[in-house]
């Protein structure tokens, strides 16, 4: 019996989830479903330009296991292009590294890394010390939880 697969840290949710060949109808497409991990670790990889020990340590895992998702990745990205296929961003086994937070009286903004106590319950503004904060994205939009279970988004 294997293991369960251990939480990836995630800087950055796509704002856009699905991809596709122009001029083709999706209902004659195929898709491929990559996953926020596998597209977080090319995003480290191939764009940020990132070395591979680096990218291992920014997401949680070891050099091996990030290796194994960034390869799975490329492949599937490799597979919709190559086959004109779908690409559907979604699921995964991850959480985010950083969270965002606004008060709602002074405006400020600020993070504070997952799981790092407080949490939110009993947080308070660093900048006035109240209470009226809310959680917010990286452009500034309200958080909303997004929860993963078989794969789709609950």
Not at 11 to 25: C, I, M, N, S
Not at 37 to 42: G, R, S
Not at 136 to 151: A, V
Request: net charge positive.
């Amino acid at each position: 019996m294997s293991r369960p697969p251990k939480c990836r840290r995630v800087e950055f949710l796509p704002q856009l989830t699905y991809f596709k060949p122009a001029g083709v109808p999706i209902r004659e497409l195929t898709e491929v479903v990559l996953t926020v991990e596998e597209l977080e670790a090319v995003r480290l990889k191939d764009l940020m330009g990132l070395e591979q020990e680096a990218c291992a340590e920014k997401m949680g895992v070891s050099r091996p296991t990030y290796h194994r998702i960034l390869s799975s990745a490329r492949q599937k990205i490799a597979e919709a292009l190559i086959n004109g296929k779908a690409i559907k961003v979604e699921g995964g086994n991850f959480r985010m590294a950083v969270r965002l937070y606004r008060c709602q009286d002074c405006g400020h903004q600020w993070e504070q890394e997952c799981g790092s106590p407080p949490g939110f319950l009993g947080l308070a503004c660093p900048g006035c010390g109240r209470p009226e904060i809310i959680r917010i994205n990286s452009d500034g939009s309200p958080f909303n939880c997004q929860r993963w279970k078989d794969g789709k988004q609950i």
